[in-house]
Each structure stands twice: as C-alpha cells, then as structure tokens.
C-alpha cells in the first residue's frame, strides 16, 4: 500500500469513528432503580398508576407509562435476592427497558400508586382494598436513586436502601397505607437515616403540558382572559399570550407571565371593528423548554390593539399591518376622517 493510499485510509477511518463510538455509546444510566421483594407465601400482583402529568426520560410530557401489573413470586426474599433481583421500577431513559432481564415496569417522572390488591375478610361479603403507598418521582435527581421495597407476611410494606447504603442503615423501613415518599426528599442522597429530611424538588428542566382551558371574560370593557397551566410547574412555569386581528398572524402581546390570567387594555369590546383571536404557550422554569402545542383560542368581536403586539408567532419581525381606530380632531371638529 502506497503512502498516499494509507493516508486515504487514515483519512476515512478518522471520519467514521464518530458514527462508530456513537452507535456503541451505552445507554444512560438510570436515574432511579427500585427493586421489589416480597415475603408473602404466594405471588402477588403489584400495581402502579400514574396521577397528573407524566414525563419521559427526556423530560417531555408524554401519555406513556400511565399504569401496569406484574406479579411477583412467592417468598421473593431479600437477604438471599438483592444481588439478583427481578421485580421492580425503572426510569424510562430511552422509552424502552432495554436488555433488563426480569419483570419490571417502566415508570416516568410522576405521582405513581404503587399498592397490592389485599381481600379484607372481615366485612360480609368480603370486600378487596387497595394496600399501597405513593411515589413521588417529579425531580431532575442529579444523583441516582437505588432502593428496595418489600410487602411483608403482615400485608405492611417497607423500604431500605441498597447496599451501597447497609453501613449506614441496614434496617427495613415501614411506610404507612396511603404515604407518599418523596423520591427528591434529603434522604436519599445522604444516605444517612431512615427519617424523612424534606428538600425541594427541582423541575425547572421539565417541558410544561400544554396548558388548557383558556376562558374569556370581560373588565371595564376588556378582555380578560384565564387558563390552566401545568400544576406541577405551578411557581415556576411561565406563560406567553398571543392575540391575532381578523386573518392576520398571531402575534406574542405578553411573554413570561407569572400568572394564569391577562386582560388586553388594548381592545375594547366596542365597537365592533375587527375579531380578536387568542391563545397560550407556556415557558418552563429555565425558559428552555416550552409546550409543544397552544392552548384552545377564544375570540371576541372588538376594537384597538394598536402597539401592543411585537413579535409574530415563530418571527422575530414587526407585522407589516398594524389597525388604528379612526378618531377626528379635537381642535377642528369638522375634519373629515376617511
């Protein structure tokens, strides 16, 4: 092989090794892991469900992950299954469990109900009650999260850390019907004691849904608009308003509103010149991330909106057309507006 042909060769190797290391890249690491045990005599069914929004790996809003079942073998036992689980919750990093052996269930970021059908036979008929507890999974976790839980032979559930964690704590913990464990508290990053030390959780980077129920009203002869935004996000999600004239585009007339509500002293609701069109993005806390869609519009039959609005939907530019209420003048009443 001739020098100029090795360096050829050089040469297309040196271009290709970025397609090749990424097609080898290893997934991202979980953010969270939860293993389930379980003591009882026979196989029990777990169940999750999701409340409120729930968020994929990316941070996106998503319909996934919503709610499922697995069951879990009979005498499931910690002290001789933690090196090997195969029960329990992961986080859903690429939307997929991958190659994880076992039966697992892939859980967003949300407010889950984890609990176990138990048949109460003490009232008659018997009846079946829902034993289980809360999770809540809405944080970043700038830190990984390994614990395990286990539903007892008394029908109670508990938790404890995984080993990383057994110098510091090595007992079960028991968590009440109906708790809620907070997966962002203080508690599982310093690994430290079995009390909850409570944090705050950080969403920032977390894509708003879109928000909803926009409403129209009416306050001294304005619009008056109100709508509902993420309630998670509530305190950090922010809010853009856009208004169109007749047929014209939309254009931003209020941006990074704290509030859910916004009354446009630019229209009036008489006389009835022109139809005013509105709707609603919402910003995330770090003003990265928006919702991927609008709210539903109202549009009311008004006048005016002559400065307010700036920005175009999607353009940085000034609208070419702009509507000016005619009005005559007050030092020569006879002028002719035309």
Request: charged content about 20%; glycine content about 6%.
């Amino acid at each position: 092989m001739t020098r100029n042909k090795i360096y050829d060769f050089l040469l297309i190797i040196l271009i290709l090794c970025p397609t090749i290391l990424t097609a080898q890249r290893e997934p991202q690491e979980a953010a969270y892991e939860i293993y389930l045990y379980s003591d009882k005599s026979t196989i029990v069914t777990v169940h999750n469900e999701a409340f409120g929004t729930i968020w994929g790996g990316s941070k996106e809003v998503t319909t996934d992950y919503e709610e499922s079942t697995f069951d879990i073998e009979a005498n499931f036992d910690y002290e001789s299954n933690y090196a090997n689980p195969r029960y329990g919750f992961f986080y859903a990093y690429d939307g997929t469990m991958g190659a994880i052996p076992g039966n697992y269930s892939v859980l967003g970021f949300s407010l889950y109900k984890i609990w176990i059908p138990i048949v109460d036979y003490v009232p008659d008929p018997p009846v079946t009650v829902e034993n289980g507890f809360y999770l809540d999974l809405r944080d970043d976790l700038d830190y990984p999260i390994d614990i395990s839980l286990r539903f007892t032979s008394n029908n109670t559930w508990e938790w404890r850390y995984l080993q990383t964690c057994y110098e510091d704590d090595d007992e079960w913990n028991s968590i009440s019907q109906g708790e809620t464990l907070l997966i962002w508290a203080d508690i599982w990053s310093n690994c430290s004691n079995a009390t909850w030390t409570l944090d705050s959780p950080n969403m920032e980077t977390f894509q708003p849904a879109d928000p909803s129920g926009l409403n129209l009203s009416y306050v001294s002869g304005h619009p008056k608009l109100t709508w509902t935004g993420t309630p998670e996000l509530y305190g950090t999600e922010e809010y853009d308003v856009y208004r169109k004239i007749d047929s014209n585009p939309f254009i931003k007339i209020a941006s990074s509103l704290a509030v859910r509500s916004y009354i446009d002293s630019q229209v009036n609701t008489f006389p009835n010149q022109h139809s005013y069109t509105y709707k609603i993005k919402s910003v995330s806390g770090d003003g990265l991330e928006l919702s991927a869609g609008y709210s539903n519009t109202v549009s009311i039959l008004g006048s005016g909106g002559v400065s307010k609005g700036l920005i175009g939907e999607g353009s940085s530019t000034i609208p070419n057309e702009l509507y000016v209420t005619a009005q005559p003048n007050p030092f020569n009443p006879t002028t002719t507006i035309e």
